[in-house]
């Protein structure tokens, strides 16, 4: 059955390659201390070991698989691959959602249902080895494929908090975001949807192999640019904005105080000082400087309408606005980008998309309206 992929030179070097790839990547995030794509960023650890142990997955399920190209009866080769399948079931399916999960940093989830959900696979495989009940396996396919649905929905839903999570925390949301991560779970899908529908053949194989070589990419480039939350910036700022409150939120917490009188505290402690110009100040950063908790700022910013995240970027488009027509007065030359990095933006594509979606124009568009 399996003779063509033998005699196949090339899918046999392309099959040793993830292989040896995926092995490398795993060796890589456990034991490298730095960041190689990244340097200024650092990625939390625990993610970096959860995707360690995915990729070794990937590698060893090379090894268990290759038993299949070598046996010469039809039982053989039906013990090899439900042998090849059950260890999936217990290694590189639930790895690779636990993947998915550690990348949302808003809480930690519980990670033993992915292994809880595909103990049934397991249950039905062993089964099916023991009795030889050819009716299990279109129920094996059919469980796999559902499973795959439901976790695509789940991890849809999980992102879409994460990210309303980030907007409600975070002025910076660059190296943040995890939207990209559908990548992930659209490749999962494709192999598992293949897998379940019965598309055998050469050309499965290759795209396996394929979606293989895409998994480690970018995964590997995503967990090295994705910065780990838990690690607090200090609140620093310079001239005068040194004489920020920097009392901690357990010495100076008010009572809830009406929206008045947190406009007037944001004003003084925030807006005057120009708080919202320091890179990646957090929710919980402001909340300190102006002294009140975090809850009821939160829910200030929920009562007006908006985000955190929006709040702040209005001030710095605003300021950005000021710097412009400042710079135009004056006859001083200037760049858009430096203007972005003074008004507290650190990445001008940042910049450019938080100006675009708050002034329903691009940067340039909104510089020729600006100067007719």
């Known amino acids: 059955m399996y003779d063509y992929i033998k005699e196949d030179i090339l899918f046999c070097m392309f099959y040793g390659g993830v292989a040896t790839m995926s092995l490398i990547a795993s060796c890589y995030l456990l034991f490298r201390q730095g960041n190689a794509f990244a340097p200024d960023i650092t990625s939390p650890v625990r993610l970096r070991r959860w995707t360690a142990a995915f990729f070794a997955a990937m590698a060893l399920s090379h090894l268990w698989y290759l038993p299949i190209v070598y046996v010469a009866t039809s039982d053989n080769l039906r013990i090899a ?157 310079v001239s005068e904005q040194e004489t920020v409150a920097t009392q901690t939120a357990e010495d100076k917490v008010l009572p809830p105080t009406s929206r008045g009188d947190i406009s007037l505290l944001l004003q003084e402690h925030c807006i005057d000082t120009q708080l919202f110009l320091l890179n990646d100040l957090t929710l919980q950063q402001l909340a300190k400087a102006i002294g009140i908790n975090r809850y009821y700022l939160s829910q200030y910013f929920s009562s007006q309408g908006t985000t955190y995240n929006a709040y702040i970027n209005g001030l710095r488009i605003n300021h950005f606005v000021s710097l412009y027509h400042e710079a135009v007065a004056a006859h001083r030359p200037f760049t858009t980008k430096q203007l972005a990095h003074d008004s507290g933006y650190r990445s001008y594509s940042t910049f450019s998309n938080a100006f675009k979606q708050r002034m329903r124009q691009t940067v340039t568009e909104w510089m020729q309206d600006a100067d007719r």
């Open 81 to 237: 691959y439900l042998i090849g399948g059950l260890l999936d079931c217990i290694t590189v399916i639930p790895l690779s959602v636990i993947v998915l999960l550690t990348m949302l940093q808003d809480r930690r989830r519980p990670l033993w249902p992915a292994f809880a959900l595909t103990a049934p696979l397991v249950v039905i495989i062993v089964y099916y080895m023991i009795s030889s009940h050819d009716i299990l396996i279109p129920m094996v396919r059919l469980y796999l494929l559902l499973l795959g649905i439901g976790y695509f929905i789940y991890i849809v839903r999980a992102s879409r908090q994460y990210g309303r999570w980030l907007r409600d925390n975070y002025a910076d949301l660059e190296h943040k975001e995890v939207w990209m991560s559908f990548v992930v779970v659209a490749t999962i899908l494709l192999m598992l949807g293949f897998y379940a529908t019965d598309l055998g053949g050469k050309a499965y194989e290759y795209i396996v192999q394929a979606c293989g070589i895409l998994l480690v990419c970018f995964l590997l480039w995503r967990i090295e640019t994705l910065s780990d939350l838990s690690i607090q910036q200090p609140l620093h700022l």
